[in-house]
Structure formats: structure tokens, C-alpha cells
């Protein structure tokens, strides 16, 4: 059942392997004014509201904080990062993202499987440094 496009925070994911009638299938959701935005590969696609994503979600909590545009960082790794990129003051690519989003990023960051936005907050000093282990000990 579709949901109704003022439902702002709301994102729809289609999983899996897209068999030709699917994209026919979702297509109600256009009533709606959704809009189709790929991410790069065919096992998962969104749809958002208009005016709704990522940028206009951390704008939106910008002003409800009181935080400048150059006091907000977004970390990314996709397509669907780019308006959250435009909308923030600085911007950390995830190693590997999709190439548009590294021309904007400000800087890159390790893979989460290399913990890398963690490490990546730990050098800009807004978490603290995991405690040293010592060897052998």
C-alpha cells in the first residue's frame, strides 16, 4: 500500500533482483510525486517525496538546532548522498564512493569495515581516542 507523499522522513527500498515488472509495480508510487533515484546498482532503488531527502533533512535540523551550514558534517558513500553533500559545510566521502560525491567531499575516510567514520571523528577530535591496549600485558 502506498503512503502518502507528506510523510517527509519516509524512504521505500525495493531489495533484491528486479524482474522487469517491478519498476511497473511501483510506479503508483509516482502519484504521489515520489521521485525514482538510482543508486548505482539494480538491487536497490528509492523513492522519496519531493523536497524530501537527506539534504533537506540535515537543513532542517540544522535550523532547529541553530547550527551554520560550516558547523555541520555528513559522511557518504552513494548517489543518494549528494543533496546531504550540498547541504552540509563538510562533507567525508566513504573510500569507494560513487565518483560525483568524492568531487564534493571535502575529505575521505576509511570503509566501515576498516571502522572508517569512527577513526575519521576521532581525528577531528570529536570522539575521544579508543583507550591503548597494552601488548603482551
Known amino acids: 500500500k502506498s503512503r502518502p507523499a507528506d510523510m517527509c522522513g519516509w524512504t521505500g527500498h525495493i531489495q533484491g533482483n528486479l524482474a522487469p515488472g517491478v519498476c511497473e509495480a511501483a510506479r503508483p508510487s509516482a502519484r504521489f510525486g515520489a521521485k525514482f533515484c538510482p543508486q548505482g546498482n539494480i ?25 551554520p551550514r560550516a558547523g555541520s558534517l555528513c559522511f557518504g558513500d552513494g548517489a543518494n548522498d549528494l543533496d546531504m553533500f550540498r547541504a552540509a559545510g563538510t562533507r567525508v566521502a566513504v573510500r569507494g564512493s560513487c565518483p560525483a560525491l568524492v568531487q564534493l567531499a571535502d575529505s575521505l575516510c576509511g ?20 583507550p591503548q591496549t597494552q601488548k603482551g600485558a
Do not use: D
Not at 528509492?46 to 533533512?57: I, T, V, W
Open 111 to 130: 570503509p566501515p569495515s576498516e571502522s572508517g567514520i569512527a577513526q575519521e571523528l576521532v581525528r577531528r577530535h570529536i570522539l575521544p581516542a579508543p
Open 43 to 67: 538491487r536497490g532503488k528509492e523513492f522519496l517525496p519531493p523536497g524530501c531527502g537527506k539534504g533537506s533533512a540535515l537543513r532542517m535540523v540544522n535550523r532547529y538546532l541553530g547550527i
